[in-house]
């Protein structure tokens, strides 16, 4: 066998650069997963007014860090989210 000249050489590692490039696109087109939440989820909100505001400022400093973060998803996946931190007897009072 005869060795490549340098312009295969060349020719040969540009390929090679390319197809990695391919893999490296695809690779990065099927990640779907989201990144982890930061905060811990805040507790359901009973429908009480004295929790009300310690709710409420947990459940906006989890939209923002996390919501910021893509952990918590879109706007209708946030939406949902604040809906399921409500007990149930508060959800019914939520029109949806």
Do not use: C
Not at 6 to 24: D, F, G, K, R, S
Not at 58 to 67: H, N, P, Y
Request: aromatic share 8%; no cysteine.
């Amino acid at each position: 066998m005869t060795t490549p000249t340098p312009v295969q050489q060349l020719q040969q590692l540009t390929e090679q650069v390319a197809n990695l490039q391919i893999q490296v696109e695809a690779l990065q087109a099927t990640r779907t997963s989201r990144p982890k939440p930061i905060l811990p989820d805040p507790a359901k909100f009973d429908g009480k007014a004295y929790h009300f505001d310690t709710w409420l400022l947990a459940i906006k400093a989890k939209l923002r860090v996390d919501g910021l973060s893509g952990a918590l998803g879109d706007s209708v996946a946030q939406f949902y989210y604040v809906y399921d931190r409500l007990e149930s007897q508060v959800q019914s009072q939520v029109l949806l």
